[in-house]
């Protein structure tokens, strides 16, 4: 009975809760076999919630693409908070792509989320993540190493500046 419930979590945890992809991935079977409840999942949810958001980080987007995955699957206002939190004290530090696609999926993030969302956490939410593009389009192109355009499909200062645009754009549609 152990190894069911474990198996029954890695496959949840795996496919961030999503039985979209387990089914296209021909293991939601499987996973339906273990008949975990809803309470189960609510807590598997806010376990990865909390393991991402404490993996946030400029050096590492892993755990922001993880929690914009969440989101798809779960919507809950801390996922917001916590990244809005962490982006508001550090994200101006990073570098021009960390910046990007930190605020790209935000922007899914808020989309996802908008809906349970009080409309003063949507619209900080918002005022930091145009804050950040803004940013990333009037400052200079800052490059870490290890770090490089071709990672996010981009030519030049002029191709992010696009994208930020366009996410400025994404924001103000969540918004209205």
């Known amino acids: 009975m152990e190894n069911q419930a474990q198996r029954a979590k890695e496959l949840f945890t795996y496919y961030y809760g999503s039985s979209f992809d387990m089914h296209r991935e021909g293991t939601y079977e499987e996973y339906k076999s273990f008949c975990v409840s809803k ?6 949810f806010k376990e990865l919630i909390g393991e991402y958001t404490g993996q946030l980080s400029i050096r590492n987007w892993d755990a922001i693409t993880s929690l ?11 996922i917001v908070e916590n990244v809005v939190s962490f982006a508001s004290r550090n994200i101006m530090s990073a570098d021009s792509i960390v910046r990007l696609l930190f605020a790209e999926r935000l922007v899914e993030i808020l ?17 930091v993540t145009v804050e950040v593009l803004e940013a990333i389009i009037s400052q200079p192109l800052v490059i870490d ?3 490089e355009l071709q990672q996010l499909n981009l030519k030049d200062k002029r191709s992010l500046n696009s994208r930020a645009k366009k996410s400025i754009e994404d924001v103000m549609d969540i918004v209205n």
């Open 145 to 147: 190493p290890g770090h």
């Open 68 to 78: 914009s995955s969440i989101s798809r699957n779960y919507q809950d206002s801390v």
């Open 111 to 127: 989309g996802a989320n908008k809906k349970v969302l009080s409309k003063d956490l949507l619209f900080r939410a918002c005022k």
């Open 39 to 44: 309470e189960t999942e609510m807590e598997w």
